[in-house]
């Protein structure tokens, strides 16, 4: 079993310390893979698409809290993925952090 990740984020002016489950993270990166190499190869997407995708996807099984926690240490360390800082999203066109998979070509 992956022990606990406890990441910061802001609240209202605030710091406080907030639980996401190892097992969660690793489920919304699988899915945020997915969508990415399968349903849109060689598109970036920003953060803001990326949470409402997953929580579509996801339905009732996460909390949107949970949802942008996991987000957050996948953009953090986004493995295989590409993270693009500041780049337009192939979306709705926002200008933001973005993920994407590169589309190869021979």
């Not at 953090?76 to 979306?91: E, H, I, N, Q």
């Not at 200008?95 to 589309?103: I, K, Q, R, S």
Request: charged letters at 25%; proline letters at 5%.
């Amino acid at each position: 079993m992956t022990p606990p990740i406890w990441l910061p984020y802001e609240s209202v002016g605030s710091e406080r310390q907030s639980h996401v489950n190892g097992t969660t993270i690793e489920l919304v990166r699988r899915e945020v893979g997915k969508l990415l190499r399968v349903d849109s190869r060689g598109e970036f997407i920003c953060s803001s698409c990326l949470k409402r995708i997953i929580g579509e996807r996801s339905g009732t099984a996460y909390t949107k809290g949970q949802i942008e926690r996991a987000l957050e240490a996948v953009f953090k360390s986004p493995g295989a993925l590409t993270r693009k800082y500041s780049f337009v999203c192939d979306r709705y066109g926002n200008t933001m952090a973005c993920l994407g998979v590169p589309d190869v070509r021979f």
